[in-house]
C-alpha cells in the first residue's frame, strides 16, 4: 500500500466527501463504508457511486464485480493524484452522445469491443473560447492586498478578547426552615432528626457543631419574635376593639340561639302537619295502582295459561289465520309484559315450536290439495273445488310469510303437465302396433320421438287438455293473489303487516311461476314433435309442415292468451327442424337443377300445360299458386306464352320456375323459414345464372353436354330464358313484400337482377362479335372488282340469313333489330377500314360504282329481312362508310 501511494500527494480515505462528520481510522474502513453507502448493488455487479452527484468520475466497466470493486476503490479514491493542473470543463475528453452521433467518425468497426474510458476515443484538445476573457490571478491582487490587512486585524482582535466568567450572586437571607412550622416536630424519627441537626450529624467535631446550632436556633427564634412583634403591631388596633365589644358579641349570640330554637320548633310543626300526610296519601296511591297492576298482570297471565288449548280448538276449526295471530300475540306478550317471569320461560319456544308443526301442516295440506285438484279428469271444469278449504290453508302460509308453498305448486304442475303429455304419448304410440308393449319410465320418456303424422295427431290431442290444466294452475294462482289482498292475511298490527316489497315479491314469484310452467310445457311439447334425426321422422311433404306450423301457432296464442307469457320453445324448434328440411329439400333441389345445367342440350324444350297455367294465373292475379306437379302432363305448345308474348325456353328453366314456385308456397306453409327460402331462391338463381354464363359462354357445355359448338341459337335461348326470370323476379319480391313486409330483407333481389340483365347483355354482345368477325373474315378477301354482286358479299348476305333464321323463332323482333342494328355498325366500319387499304374513294371511279353496287345487294337482303323498312334511307351505308 505504501508503494501505491508514492504516486499520491495525500491520503483520501481520513474522510468522506459525502459524509463530513465521519473520520476513518484506517484505509480498510473506507473500503467498507465506500460499498456499503455508496454504490449500487445489482447481484454480483456493484456500480460506485462516490463522487459528484452520486457517479463515480473513474467508472469502468471492468470494475463491476465484486473482485474488482475493491482496487477501483484503492486506486481512485483512497489517494489523490499529485497535479498541479485543476479539472475545469475543458478536460472532459469524452461524451457518449456526442461520441454516438460524431458525423465526422463514421462507421468505426471496433465501437462494440472497446471498453469505456479515457482511451474510449481518442482525446482531442479542446481550446478555450475565444470570446469569453482570460482570467488569471492578477486580476484579484488589488483585491486580496486590500481584504487581507482587515482580516488579519479581525483575526488578532479575536484571539486576544477574555473570557468572561459570571459568579452567581448567593443572597444570604435567613429564612426559618418549613419543618418549624409543621404541628408536630418527631425527633425521634431520624429524618426529621437530620433536618433540625444537619451540622450535627454531619460534623466531625460535636462541640463547634453545637456551638453553631445554638447560633442558627437562636437566629430563627429572633426572625420568629421579630415577625410576631411586626403582626402584633400590625393588628393591634382590631385586638383591642374585640377585647371591648366582647359582652355585646356575648348577648347577640344568645338572642341568636333562641331565635334557632323557635325556628326549629316551628320546622317540627309543618313537617308533622303538611308533609308526611301528603307523603303518606301519595304512597298509599302509588301501591293501590300497583295492586292493579299486579291484578291485571295475574289475569294476562291466566290468559296466556290458556294459550294451548285455544290454539288447539282454532286448529280443529281450520281458523290457521286466527290461532297464528293468537301465536304472534302471545309471544309478544310474554318478550314484553311477562318477560322475566319463570313460569313461562318455556311458553315461547313452546309456541314457536307449534307454529313451524303448523307451516308443515299447512304444506302437507296444501299439497294434498293441489295434487287433488290438478289431477282430477281433464273434461271436468277448471273451477276451484273446495274454495273455502284451500282459502284457509293458503291464508295460515301466507300469515307465516313463507312462500314455498309456490314451489311446491311449481312441482306439481310440472309433473301434472308431464303425466298429461306423457299418457297422450301413450295413447299415439298404442295405435302404431297394437301387440307391442309400452314402458315409459326416467329417461326412456323423455327419449320418446313420435313420427310426423303423430306429432301433428298429438297437438291436436294435448293441445285443450293442456289447455285445461292450465286454466286450473291459473285459478289456483288467481286465488292466491286474491288472498294477499286480504286484511287478515297481511295483518293489521304495525309490526305484522306486510310490507309493498313483500306484496310485490309474492306476485314476482307467481308470475316467473307461471312463466316457467308455459316454458316447460313447450319445451316438453317440442322435444316430442320437431326434434327429429330418423328418416322415419322427416315430412313427406310441405302439407305436414304447414298443418304442423298451424298447430304450433295454435297452441302457443291458446297458452300465451291463458298465461300471459309468450314462450318460443315451439316456434324456435320447429323453424330449427323446417330449417333442416328446407335445407335438405334445397340440396335436393340444387343438386337437380345442377345437373339439369350440366345436360342440358340448350335446345327449345316443349312447355307443360300446368307450367304455362301456373304462369297465366300468375300474369293475372299476381299471386303465386299452390305447387302442382310438373312431372308429367299434356304439352301445350312449344313455346312459353307470357302476356301474348312467345318465349321458347330451355328445359332447365322449367325446372327453376318449378322450384322457384315450390318455394314461395313454402313460405305460406312455414313463415318461421321466409327468410331462409329467400335466401335458397336467391341461391338457385344465381346457381343458374352462372352455370349459364360457365357453359354458354364459357363452352362448357361443350365437354358436360357433349355439343360440337355453341351456336347463336343456343346464346338466343339462353338469353331469352334469363328474360322469363328477369319477368318472375319482381313477382316473387310483390309478394313476399305484401305478405312479410316488415320482417324480410329483400335487398338481393334486386342485385341478382342486375346480375341477369348484364349477363343478358353479354349474351347479346356474344351474338353481334360472332357475326362481326364471319363478315370481317369475309372482307379481308374482297376485291372491288366485278361481277357484282361479288362472292363475298354473297357469303355476307348467307350469313346474316342463316343468323335471322337461328333467332326469329326464340327471339323477338324488336331485339333481333338491335342485334341486327349493332352488326350493321360494325361491318360499315369493317368496310370502312378495308377501303382504306385498297385506297378506294368516292370519286365516281369504276371502283366506286363496284362498291355501291355491292352495298345496294347489302340492303336489299336487309329488307328482305325486314331489318331494314321500306321507308328507311338506302343511302346512309353508301355516305357513312367515305366518311373518316
Known sequence: MEDNSSSYSKPTWQNCVHCPSLLFTSATEFERHVQDKHSLKEG????????QNGMCSALQFGDLRKAGFKYHVREYHLYTKDTNDDWTFYSSSQNLPAVLNDPNRGKQSNFFT??????????????????????????????????????RRHCRLKE?????????????????????????????????????????????????????????????????????????????????????????????????????????????????????????????????????????????????????????????????????????STQKVLSTRLSGIQAFRHLSPQLTEMKRLIHKMLSNEFLRFIVTDLNRPLKEDSDIHEREKIVSIVSGILRLKEFDFIDTLKIEAMTSIQTTIKQCVIEIISERDGSTEIVLRGSSADNTRLLCNEGITFLQKITPNIMNLFKRILAVNNLILEITQMDDVTGNDSEDIWTAEELL??????????????????????????????????????????????????????????TGHCSNAMKLALRSYAMKYIQCLHAER??????????????????????????????????????????????????????????????????????????????????????????????????????????????GAIQSAGLKTISTSNLALVSRSLQVVIWILPKIRRLLERQYSKELSLNGFSNIENDIISHKLEIENKICVIVSNMLASQLTTWDAKPPVPSQTFRNISKHLVKLHEALIDILPNE????????????????????????NIVANGSPQHGVVTSELTFYLQTLKTLRIINENDAEDNILYDIWLN
Open 114 to 151: 472497446k471498453t469505456w474510458g479515457d482511451s474510449f476515443i481518442d482525446k482531442v484538445d479542446i481550446y478555450p473560447s475565444p470570446y469569453l476573457p482570460e482570467i488569471t490571478l492578477a486580476h484579484f491582487e488589488s483585491y486580496c492586498k486590500r481584504v487581507s490587512k482587515k482580516y
Open 505 to 562: 315479491s309474492v306476485e314476482e314469484k307467481l308470475k316467473k311461476m307461471v312463466a316457467s310452467l308455459s316454458d316447460y310445457c313447450n319445451e316438453r311439447c317440442a322435444n316430442l314433435i320437431v326434434t327429429k334425426t330418423d328418416k322415419d321422422y322427416v315430412f313427406s311433404d310441405m302439407s305436414q309442415l304447414s298443418i304442423l306450423s298451424k298447430l304450433i301457432e295454435e297452441f302457443c296464442n291458446k297458452c300465451e292468451e291463458i
Open 590 to 699: 340444387r343438386i337437380q337443377l345442377t345437373t339439369a345445367l350440366n345436360t342440358e342440350r340448350w335446345k327449345a324444350a316443349d312447355v307443360p300445360c300446368e307450367l304455362q297455367s301456373a304462369i297465366n294465373e300468375i300474369h293475372e292475379t299476381g299471386e303465386i299458386p299452390n305447387s302442382q306437379n310438373y312431372d308429367s302432363g299434356k304439352t301445350d305448345g312449344k313455346y312459353l306464352l307470357i302476356n301474348k308474348e312467345s318465349y321458347a325456353v330451355v328445359a332447365t328453366i322449367q325446372l327453376l320456375i318449378k322450384i322457384l314456385l315450390e318455394y314461395c308456397d313454402a313460405t305460406k306453409q312455414s313463415p318461421v323459414i321466409v327468410q331462409y327460402l329467400v335466401h335458397c331462391m336467391l341461391e338457385l338463381i344465381q346457381l343458374f345464372n352462372s352455370r349459364c354464363c360457365q357453359l354458354v359462354l364459357g363452352a
Open 44 to 51: 454480483s455487479i456493484i456500480l460506485c457511486q462516490y463522487g
Open 160 to 328: 486576544g478578547v477574555p473570557v468572561k466568567s459570571k459568579t452567581p450572586i448567593v443572597e444570604n437571607i435567613c429564612e426559618v426552615p418549613g419543618i418549624f412550622y409543621e404541628q408536630s416536630l418527631p425527633l425521634n424519627n431520624p429524618e426529621v432528626f437530620s433536618k433540625v441537626f444537619p451540622s450535627l450529624c454531619n460534623s466531625e467535631d460535636p462541640s463547634i457543631a453545637i456551638r453553631s446550632l445554638q447560633e442558627t436556633l437562636s437566629t430563627y427564634l429572633d426572625v420568629i419574635e421579630m415577625k410576631i412583634s411586626k403582626q402584633v403591631a400590625q393588628k393591634s388596633d382590631a385586638f383591642f376593639h374585640a377585647m371591648l365589644s366582647h359582652d355585646t358579641i356575648m348577648e347577640q349570640m344568645a338572642r341568636a340561639v333562641k331565635t334557632v330554637r323557635k325556628t326549629r320548633q316551628n320546622i317540627t310543626n309543618v313537617k308533622g302537619n303538611l308533609t308526611e300526610r301528603p307523603l303518606k296519601l301519595a304512597s298509599l296511591t302509588r301501591i293501590n295502582h300497583n295492586l292493579n297492576n299486579v291484578h291485571d298482570l295475574l289475569k294476562l297471565m291466566a290468559t296466556v295459561q290458556q294459550t294451548q288449548p285455544m290454539i288447539q280448538l282454532l286448529l280443529s276449526t281450520s281458523d290457521y289465520v286466527a290461532a297464528l295471530d293468537l301465536i304472534s
Open 815 to 838: 331485339q333481333i333489330r338491335t342485334i341486327y342494328k349493332r352488326v350493321h355498325d360494325n361491318f360499315k366500319d369493317k368496310l370502312r377500314e378495308q377501303l382504306l387499304k385498297m
